[in-house]
């Protein structure tokens, strides 16, 4: 625990994953928070802590027994990748939330405090907005937000022409959607997806740990067949009246049928129908296929702001699958046997949080 500045009476405490109370505070502070996201909720820390071995600094600014500020953080220190210490390993969003600048500046102190303490060789936060011009910055990803607007019809034309054909393409190959009270279906495909692009996969449990942690804010949507074949899958967060297609994963089919395409319309139909007000499409990195494929939905991209303190390292670590020295991994990944990467993935993915 830790006072800053000196004549505030401020202070940055650490949520310890027993404390339940405190966990309900800051998750309230979350929901009211503008610039906090679904990934400052309390749950993240038990999700890192018990499914991937990484210790955790959920820190929290607290004034008059008020909390003023959240930074959640996990440290990953891996043989593999490299010590840092990530607000937050396995999320696009991270950084600090705070209703003020000294709660905000008080936090990541703090912050580089426990990261010279443990010795990592960088500290990454994941903001959304800049916050530090003289620090380093990773300008590599983007996201795609856009409102969804009251009306269905409206929704599917305001998507590009092109795009709005594929759409139409899914609805009249007949396929349906339907929402899964399990990641079964869901990790089939998503497990089978990412080994053809040769990276590893989540392991399944992490999966079953989104849904009993997160609940009705986390959901599985299948897209089938009209012979009830599995084609296309998502799993999506839900916070504050916005929707986040998070992970998902597409049989070979699926292309062919305009499943991936009629899966995102199903999405975007069903989150109008329960008045959700904006469509998050997340992360991509530019240049790549997922990048092109959001713009062609209409939806433009904006600069995430990653910035570093660097310790034990001369540059920004690039640990991402555009990284060239990857590429004979990434080959050798799409060889092995899906049972074999499936058993390997988690070994590796926990590593990079």
């Not at 696009?92 to 209703?99: D, E, R």
């Not at 269905?152 to 899914?170: C, F, S, T, W, Y």
Request: with cysteine.
């Amino acid at each position: 625990m830790s006072r800053l500045p000196e004549n505030s009476s401020l202070t940055v405490k650490r949520l310890l994953p027993q404390d339940m109370a405190t966990a309900t505070r800051w998750d309230d502070f979350v929901l009211a928070c503008p610039e906090a996201t679904f990934f400052h909720r309390a749950g993240w820390q038990k999700i890192v802590r018990d499914i991937f071995g990484h210790d955790t600094y959920f820190l929290y600014a607290e004034a008059n027994g008020s909390i003023q500020g959240v930074l959640p953080l996990g440290h990953v220190n891996s043989w593999l990748f490299g010590n840092s210490l990530v607000g937050l390993p396995f999320a696009v969003y991270g950084g600090v939330a705070a209703i003020s600048a000294q709660a905000a500046e008080a936090l990541e102190l703090e912050a580089q405090e426990i990261a010279r303490r443990l010795g990592v060789a960088h500290l990454e936060l994941r903001n959304v907005n800049p916050r530090h011009a003289d620090w380093p910055t990773q300008d590599l990803y983007v996201t795609f937000r856009k409102e969804i607007l009251p009306e269905q019809e409206a929704n599917l034309l305001a998507i590009p022409r092109k795009q709005r054909a594929m759409v139409r393409k899914g609805i009249k190959n007949g396929l349906v959607s339907e929402s899964d009270s399990s990641v079964d279906r869901f990790f089939t495909l998503y497990a089978d997806n990412v080994h053809r692009h040769g990276t590893p996969a989540m392991p399944k449990k992490y999966f079953k740990a989104l849904l009993a942690e997160f609940g009705a804010d986390c959901e599985v949507l299948t897209v089938t067949a009209p012979d009830g074949h599995p084609l296309s899958s998502v799993l999506s967060f839900y916070f504050r009246g916005e929707v986040l297609p998070y992970y998902a994963g597409d049989d070979e089919t699926a292309r062919d049928l305009a499943a991936n395409d009629f899966k995102y319309w199903e999405l975007m139909r069903r989150s109008c129908e329960r008045g959700l007000k904006v469509f998050d499409y997340g992360r991509s990195k530019r240049g790549t296929g997922s990048y092109a494929f959001k713009k062609n939905w209409g939806f433009e991209p904006r600069p995430l702001h990653y910035e570093y303190r660097l310790y034990k390292r001369d540059a920004i670590p690039q640990n991402n699958p555009s990284n060239a020295k990857y590429n004979l991994l990434i080959a050798a990944w799409r060889r092995l046997p899906v049972e074999l990467a499936n058993w390997l993935g988690p070994f590796v993915v926990r590593n990079l949080g």
